[in-house]
C-alpha cells in the first residue's frame, strides 16, 4: 500500500515526502482511513511502529477546514511525559508544514504567559500533558467544550504514571460528541475499562510490539554481580566505539548515582529523568541530539519515545521490569537502517525478567562475559519475578568487598553456553541473532561467555539485625568471610536511663 491510497491531501503527502518515508507502517495503513471515517479508534501499539504519524496525518487535513477560536481548542492530544508530547508538537509541526495550522503545546516546566499567547490566538491543536491542562482549566484560562477530536496517547503509562484521575477528569469536560483515539502499548483490565468508557464502537487496531528496531540491533548481555555493574559498565564504554549512548536506569535516583559516578570517571555523561526542572530537560536532550554530550543516563519516562539519529550504544544499566520496556529501549538505536549496540547487565536476581524478556522477543539474548569481572548465575527462582527484592537490594547501604583477582581475560568470541530456551510468545525470531561482535578489537572488549563461576544463591538480607549482640557472632551476611574485627565485639546493653525507670 502507498501513501497516496489513504485518502491524504497532497500537502500531506507532500510533507510525508519530505520526511522520507516511503511506504505506510501497518498501524498508519490501517488507523488512518478509519480515522477519516470518524470512528473512534481503540490502537493496541506502543511507540516505534509509527503511531504519531498515524493518527496526526488524517488530524492535519480533518482539521485543514475551519478556524480555531480563542482559548478553544479543537483538537486535545493528551500525553504522559513532556518529552512525548514536545516530541508529537514536531510531528505536527514537520506533516503540517505545507498548512496553515495553530499548535500550542502545554507542558509543565515552561512560561505560562508564552503558552496562554498561543491559546489566546486560538489553537486547531492542542499538545498537552495532563498536569498543565488541568491547571490552565482550573485558572479558566481554557474551554474544551470546542474540542472534538481527542487522542489519549500512551494510555497505560498514563496508568503508571497515575495520571488516569487526571484524564477522566480531563475527559468529563469534552463535548460527549467527538472522536477519540485511544492508544496503549498493552492493555490491562483497568486500560480496557477505560477504553469502554471513552469510546464509542471504536475499531480495534492491534499492531505487534516493535521488532524491526531490534533487528537491527545486536543484542548482548552479562550476568554479574550487583556491586560490579558501574565497573562493568565503565569497562564496555572504553571497549566500545560509542559515538552516542543512551544508557537506563530503573529508577530516577540510581540516574543521577550513575551520572555523577560515570562523570568523576572523565565519561561525557548528563542525565535525564522526570524530576529535573523543565528547562534543563530539554536542554540537556537538545545538546545530547546536537552530540554536545556523549552520553545520557535517562529512566524509561524521560528517554520514551526519543528518536536520536545516529545513536549507535544502548546500556540497561538495569534490567527493565517490563519487558516490553526492553525492545522499547534497544529500539532508540538500530534506527533507520543503521546498525545499533546494545548491552544489558543483569544481576543474579534479574533471571526471572530476563526470561521474560526472551520470551517476548522470541530469542535468547547472547550472553558475554566482561572481561577482568567474574561471571555469576541468575540465582535459582521459582520463575515470578521479584520487584520488591530487587529495588529492596539497592535501597541497602552498599558494603564495600575486597577486591576479587581478576581471572585471565579469554581471547576469543564464542556462542553462548547459558543461555536458556524461551519459548517465542509473541512472535518467533525472524533471523538468527548474529553472534556479538566487538567493535574495537586491539582495546581491552568484552568477551563471550566462556566459564561461569558457580556462586551460592544469595542469602536474603531482609531479616534485620539485633540491635544488642552479646555473643560474637560468626559472620555477617553483607561483609560474608571478611568481617571486620570491630563487628566481632560484643556490644554491651544500654544502662538503664532515669526515662527507662519513668
Ligand atoms: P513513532 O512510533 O510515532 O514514535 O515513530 C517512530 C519513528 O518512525 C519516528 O522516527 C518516525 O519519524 C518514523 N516513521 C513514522 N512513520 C514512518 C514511515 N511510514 N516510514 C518510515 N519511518 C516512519
Redesign the pocket.
Known sequence: ME?SDLGLSPEVLRA?DD???????P??EQAIPIIFMGRDVLGC??????????FTLPMIDMLAAGRARARMPRSLILEPTRELAT?VAE?FE?YGKHHKLNMALLIGGESFADQLKKLDRGVDVLVATPGRLLDLFERGKILLSDTKILVIDEADRMLDMGFIPDVERIVSMLPKLRQTLFFSATMPPEIKRLADAFLMNPKEISVSP?TSPAAMVIQHLAVIDELDKREALRHLLRAESVRSALIFCNRKRDVDILQRSLAKHKFDAAALHGDMAQAKRTETLDRFRAGAVKILVASDVAAR?L?VIGLTHVFNFDVPIHAEDYIHRIGRTG??GREGLSYTLATPDDGAFVTAIERLIGKAIPRIDVEGLPSVEFAASDGRPRRGRHTARREEPRARRPRRIPEAPAASARPAQHAPEPQPAIAPAPAPQPAPRHVNAGRPRPVERQATTPRPAPTPASKPAPMVETEPVGSVVAFGEHMPAFLRRPVPKPRPTENDAA
Open positions: 501513501f510525508i520526511a522520507g518515508y516511503k511506504t505506510p507502517t498501524i498508519q501499539a506502543q511507540t516505534g511502529t509509527g503511531k504519531t504519524a498515524s516530541q510531528s514537520r516493535p519515545g528518536d534506527r533507520a
